[in-house]
């Protein structure tokens, strides 16, 4: 893992990551960088990762100061490494239906829908958000179970007339309260993307839980749902990173 910077909620994210590891048995090692590390040898540090045999799993974790340019470094990454799913070769395969790295919050999204024997075939799916790492990639891992599916991002007119229509519903925004009960078709499954800090500075979703969930047939709460997930995933990615990287008879 390579955190550049001192961005208090990355420092969190990269915390927790330690944590899962730890718990799981991987071995994770934190290279922690100052903001000042320049964009060469950060570029650096990652190819030289790639090279080391004793580390299968590269994240870099986001946001980076803004005199790094994030692309540059993530296709520094070699895709055999890229656990987090963030390379353009893993977002290609992910399009065409070839096997990669999934970006790990619409992968867990995915495992959630399957722990509960939900079927998307036929049924439509409402993403909102249309990010690299969330909104895009969740999509398209719906489309690849047959959902029909509707995209809505920033410019979207009438997005509850869109939402309302939704037999599962993805917040992938980060903006509190931006789905309200009156906006979910009664039983949709709900799963809520979003991370935000409410009035109390508690950390919370894009959804009104307490409202959205008398309507809802499943809802996933904000915190302890999608973020375990996704780390969950994260783990997945580089075990099977591993298993790839393992010389077989
Ligand atoms: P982003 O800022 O890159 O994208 C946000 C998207 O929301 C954009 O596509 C934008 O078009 C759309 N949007 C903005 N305002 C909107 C509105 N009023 N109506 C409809 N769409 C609107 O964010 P991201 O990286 O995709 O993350 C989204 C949220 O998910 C954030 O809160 C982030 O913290 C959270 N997140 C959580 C996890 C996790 O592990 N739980 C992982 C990644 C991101």
Same mark, same amino acid.
């Given at each position: 893992m390579l955190l550049v910077g001192d961005n208090p909620a990355s420092q969190v994210y990269v915390r927790n990551k330690i944590k899962a590891c730890e718990e799981t048995g991987f071995k994770s090692v934190l290279e922690q960088y100052p903001a000042s590390l320049t964009e060469a040898e950060l570029l650096q540090r990652v190819k030289a990762l790639n090279l080391d045999a004793s580390i299968h799993g590269i994240l870099v974790q986001l946001p980076l100061p803004v005199h790094i340019d994030a692309q540059k470094v993530i296709e520094a990454i070699s895709p055999a490494k890229d656990v987090d799913g963030f390379h353009v070769a893993s977002a290609g395969a992910l399009m065409v239906g070839q096997p990669g790295f999934w970006p790990c919050t619409p992968y867990g999204c995915m495992k959630m829908l399957e722990s509960i024997g939900y079927t998307l075939r036929g049924k439509h799916a409402v993403v909102i958000g249309r990010s690299n790492i969330v909104g895009k990639p969740m999509a398209l891992m719906l489309l690849h179970q047959h959902a029909t599916v509707t995209i809505c991002h920033s410019s979207t007119a009438d +997005?509850? %007339?869109?939402?309302? %229509? #939704? $037999?599962? +519903?993805? #917040?992938?925004?980060?903006? %509190?309260?931006?789905?309200? #009960? $009156?906006m979910v078709k009664p039983g949709a499954v709900v799963i809520d993307v979003g991370m935000n800090r409410n009035a109390e500075g508690k950390l919370c979703g894009d959804v009104d839980y307490e409202g959205v969930k008398q309507v809802a047939g499943w809802i996933t709460p904000v915190p302890g749902g999608v973020g375990p997930m996704t780390i969950t995933m994260l783990l997945m990615n580089t075990l099977k990173a591993a298993e790839h990287a393992l010389p077989h008879a």
């Open positions: +997005l509850g %007339q869109i939402t309302r %229509q #939704a $037999d599962v +519903l993805i #917040a992938a925004v980060g903006k %509190q309260n931006l789905v309200t #009960a $009156d």
